[in-house]
């Protein structure tokens, strides 16, 4: 809504500090109706994603949630973000297929190990600052649904709790600025005691990035067989695009080339290559379909902010006694446009006498 400050135009008669006044009104607008409403959070609601491509099949979960929604190679996960080195033996509770449909709308996985209860979210686009609020909900509706029996929080006797730990798993091209996201950063004022925290750590495994880091550490990426697999077959889709390839083709290579590395052999052997490619040809169409739909929620923000702010201003304009030519010159309409609300103004001033 800023813009429309901008796009205010004078001539080189109207007085500066008219000038001065009409921008200092617009800004008080502005300002207000921003504190007023706040800044508008967009959602996905948590329906079941299914859709029928060309197998026929359903699908409910994206790429990392597949991957990774399996004891295994959730261990695996946990072992690389934790810094430890659990045996398969280790027990993992996963999520049920409830909580499951619902993480796997955003391309999340969830699993208690031990005394730890992990909430792993995967990004390959900008980071959203807004992930620990994400993380929340996640946790508070896992824990009563999974963790905990129904009847249980109204007992007197102290419910014992796995130890939450949150990451944001970050696959996208640019390196990330921030190694925590914080809930507090939402926070109107943060300089103010506050009692609830929620961070998220954010690990890279970009491919190149990642490879880096393992040879710097000394270790071996396949060490973590399944995390390089996902991480490699994103990369080589993403190059594959760069190259101007088709994405269904773009695809295709990629997965075949993890096929001929012997990477993530055993997912794409029980997975099938046919339900694969067409797991990952929407997941990459639902990602365009958010990108457009989140420019178009803009464009209309800007649109309803534009006019909502302009039937602020038009009326003081006119009682500051600009003409209506000056008025549609200042806020870009045209004059009939102006004429007709100058015409309502007049109208309504009269009836306040």
Known sequence: MYNVVNQMSFTAKTPMKLVSGIRKIIVEIVKGAMYNKGEKLSTIRGSEVTTKENTGHSFKSFFFADLFNDEKRALELFNLLENENL??????????????????????????????????????????????????????????????DKGSIYRKTLIKLPIPKFYVVYNGKDTPRDSVLKLSDAYVDKSKAFDLEVRARIVDIEYERFCRCAETSGSHPEQYSNV?????????IHKNLDKGIRRDQAIKRAVEKCIEEGILTEYIKNKGL????????????????????????????????????????????????????????????TIHETAARYEVQLKNNENKK
């Open 87 to 148: 045996p398969d033996s280790t027990k993992v509770v996963l999520c049920d297929e409830e909580m499951s449909k619902i993480l796997a709308l955003r391309n999340d996985v969830a699993f208690i190990i031990e005394d730890r209860f992990i909430i792993v979210t995967e990004h390959q686009s900008t980071l959203s600052r807004n992930m620990p609020l994400r993380i929340l909900r996640y946790f508070a509706d896992i824990l009563f649904a999974v963790a905990l």
């Open 228 to 236: 390089y697999g996902y991480s490699f077959l994103v990369h080589e």
């Open 274 to 333: 046919e339900e694969l490619l067409a797991m990952l040809s929407y997941e990459y169409n639902h990602a365009d379909e958010i990108a457009y739909r989140a420019e178009e929620s803009k464009e209309e923000g800007r649109q309803e902010g534009k006019a909502e702010v302009l039937s602020e201003i038009v009326p003081r304009l006119i009682n500051l006694g600009l003409s209506v030519e000056d008025i549609a010159k200042a806020t870009g309409l």
